[in-house]
């Protein structure tokens, strides 16, 4: 568990202003003034999350943190019941509609290796995945949302949602789920970094916008044995080499071509000794598949391919298919929504066509029970981008004004869409 999060006081943060781009349209009511005023308290927080990341499932003081931030603010948060998520509404008008955002706010196990003055501070885990991007952007939506239901300018109730675990199985949206997360809502959206896009920029996409994802984990079992006499025992390591160079081909031989089907063994480990042949060995990768359909059908296809290449080896097989999360699926009156709030916020020039991606997002399982869509924010910085999940990535802090701006007009928008 890291220190308590405490804000950081008096630091001389770069700028993160970006000029609103021609075409675009100032916020109601001056929120862009407040916006601005509040820029440097987001950057640092946006910092201190950053230095401070918590792994999935362990969010507490990254939630308590956020909790305190939204009550400065005049709101009324509360926790989620393990305590390392947050659920926040804010109440406009009683008879109008409930909108909710979503943003998650856990860590990677990995190492930061960035230089700079917000690198992370916990050995082993880093947000290399843009979700103190995420959570920044979200206060600041609640703090500039909080001022307008003050002048009785909301037009309904926005749920702020702060999601743990989303980076895991079981998926923490889940947990959101069962906590009531979206009792009463209509309609859902969420961001989600791109350092493919650059700052200014919202990749948009009617349908799939990410595949499925499950994770696979398979054990050999044999007897073990002497090096000299592998025909006198099962030998794993054989058995393991057949299992992660064959099986994700095979696999795909039997889907269509264009489910884009994709096996990739992340981990894979068997003995200890260079003349012992182990007794234990083991794979473990992820499935992802863009097509609904076939997702639905992966378990068994794996599960029979991998027993058919490790038959004739003699190994025992233990398989542990776990089921991950569908593909996101956006809505298109979402996504007409989103695409009026771009071009409100950052003019038609801020809107980009994205293409689905291989990568895994629970914010899906939002979409099982209420329609709504992801948007990609650009965060691409100059020079060479480094990918989402590497231990050096970083984002534009400009994309922080811009994530507020999208989200207040996507709300506002949808209010008024769903009267």
Known sequence: MTSALTLPTGNQLGSSRLEAPSGSQPLPFELDHLLQLRMPGLIATRRHLH????????????????????????????????????????????????????????????????????????????????????????????????QLADLGELPGRVRLIFQPAEEILPCGSLEVIEAGGLDDVVQIFALHCDPNLPVGQIGLRVGPITAAADNVTVRLTGPGGHTARPHLTVDLVDALGRLITEVPSLVSRRVPANSGLLLVFGHASAGTRYNVIPSEASASGTLRVMDRDTWELAPKIVGQVIRDVVAPTGATVDLEYLRGRPPVCNDSRAIQVLTAATVSALGPEGVAETPQSMGGEDFSWYLEYVPGALARLGVGRSGPNVDLHRASFDADERAIPVGVRLMVQTALRALAAVR
């Open 51 to 146: 230095s401070h990341p918590e792994l999935s499932g362990e969010e507490f003081e990254t939630a308590a943190l956020i909790a305190r931030e939204l009550s400065l603010a005049g709101l009324r948060p509360r926790m989620l019941p393990k305590g390392n998520g947050v659920i926040c509404d804010i109440d406009g008008r009683p008879d109008g509609p409930v909108i909710a955002l979503r943003a998650d706010i856990d860590a990677l196990p990995l190492t930061d290796s960035k230089d700079v003055p917000y690198r992370s501070t916990v050995d082993g885990v880093c947000h290399a995945c843009g979700h103190d991007v995420h959570t920044t952007v979200m206060l600041g939506v609640g703090m500039l949302l909080a």
